[in-house]
């Protein structure tokens, strides 16, 4: 499959999460929409206080799993314990958790205020207490001032403020967000995900937030779960996801990724072409058809093409095009084996020693420790 073209991600640094008590348990869970498998044998364990991200293509079974855990959608089979107590079999009305859908969040008939306030008048609770929780929760979301306007009179990133405040109203042991950034524009969405990630992180509310956008993930989750049909291919944080993909799929749907078609060889290696290349550990068997998986950022690229051209085990690649995007250039390179392409994002401080130019013969070094093999037709989505 051909690289991505993504740009490379800052990949969020947050540290491990602070709390080892498990908030929730997905022991086993499946669900079946008639013959179709939606979720197949999930097992998960969520942290108090954690910010964990499902993250996969379209369809792969986020919202059914999200559903799940809220009681909107019945497992066909499994068991979901929250601090320790099965919920499995509970309607949603009897779980603890606030909710955020990804659009029509709010009730367009009923003020800002009777909007936040609707969870604590379902509850009973006294008026002033209402009144005060309320002011609490628009000053928490910075919409202090709104109270009366209705949804219709909102910007998108304001009414997801709203629904915000509306989901964390009754002080819920889990919040579950269904991609509350997905309808917003670029700028818009930027800031709205650090404010949500700061009041997550402000109010300790163990989170799941469903997204299909790996930025969102990578920059806001303690750990992301990637799914793909229905079931998790990778449970990790944000850097281990980018760093350590578990499966060409995870490597292929994370960042940028090249994927050439090698041979594996014992040990740490593969053959390109007759080009002998060193990776990371693999256990293909030597002779087999693989991928080797390289990021653009991790391929070194210098002038000594001439003086290695003959040099057994040397790579070389003419280039055939360069795209410049700022911090990096983006320069793809044919290589002679089997007229492959391979994609080198060169830092813009270092491409002027190169003086890049179309048609450049080059040399390639792609460092073992970035060079990952996996069986070859794994990445399909
Ligand atoms: N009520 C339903 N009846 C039948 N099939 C369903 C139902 N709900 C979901 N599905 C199917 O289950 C699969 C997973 O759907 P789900 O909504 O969980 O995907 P998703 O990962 O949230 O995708 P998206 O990113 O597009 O929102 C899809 O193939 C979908 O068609
Ligand atoms: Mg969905």
Do not use: W
């Amino acid at each position: 499959m051909p690289p991505t073209m993504t740009s490379p991600l800052s990949v969020s640094t947050a540290a491990t999460p602070r709390a080892t008590t498990t908030h929730l348990s997905i022991d086993g869970v499946s669900k079946r929409f008639g013959s179709f498998t939606a979720l197949d044998n999930i097992a998960l364990e969520i942290q108090e206080g954690e910010f964990v991200c499902f993250l996969g293509p379209s369809g792969c079974g986020k919202t059914t799993l999200l559903r799940t855990i809220a009681g909107l959608t019945r497992q066909s089979a499994g068991r979901l314990t929250q601090r320790g107590k099965d919920i499995s079999m509970l309607p949603p009305q009897a779980r603890d958790f606030g909710i955020v859908f990804q659009s029509y969040a709010l009730f367009p008939n009923l003020t800002v205020f009777n909007n936040v306030a609707y969870g604590l008048r379902n509850r009973r609770v006294e008026r002033a207490r209402i009144n005060d929780r309320v002011a609490e929760l628009l000053a928490l979301v910075n919409l202090t001032g709104s109270e009366a306007k209705y949804p219709a009179a909102l910007s998108g990133g304001q009414q997801q403020r709203v629904a915000l405040a509306r989901a964390l109203a009754t002080e819920p042991g889990l919040l579950l967000l269904d991609e509350p950034l997905s309808a917003l524009d670029a700028r818009v969405r930027g800031h709205l995900r650090s404010q949500i990630k700061a009041l997550q992180a402000r109010l300790g509310v163990t989170t799941i937030m469903v997204t299909h956008d790996q930025e969102e993930a990578l920059t806001m989750a303690d750990r992301i779960v990637v799914m793909n049909h229905g079931v998790i291919e990778q449970v990790g944080t944000p850097a281990a996801i980018y760093h350590q993909p578990a499966s060409a799929f995870v490597a292929s749907f994370i960042g940028s990724m090249n994927f050439l078609e090698v041979t594996a060889q014992a040990n740490r290696q593969a053959l390109l072409g007759n080009t002998p290349c060193a990776c990371l550990p693999h256990t293909i068997a030597v002779g087999q058809a693989a991928q080797l998986a390289i990021r653009p950022e991790a391929v070194a690229l210098s002038l000594q093409a001439r003086a290695l051209k003959h040099q057994a085990g040397a790579l070389n690649g003419e280039v055939v095009s360069i795209e410049f995007l700022g911090a990096f250039q983006r320069v793809t390179l044919r290589l002679p084996e089997d007229h492959q392409t391979l994609i080198a994002d060169v830092p813009s401080r270092d491409s002027s020693k190169l003086s890049l130019y179309v048609g450049q013969l080059l040399a390639i070094h792609l460092p073992a420790e970035a060079a990952r093999l996996y069986a070859a037709g794994s990445s399909q989505q």
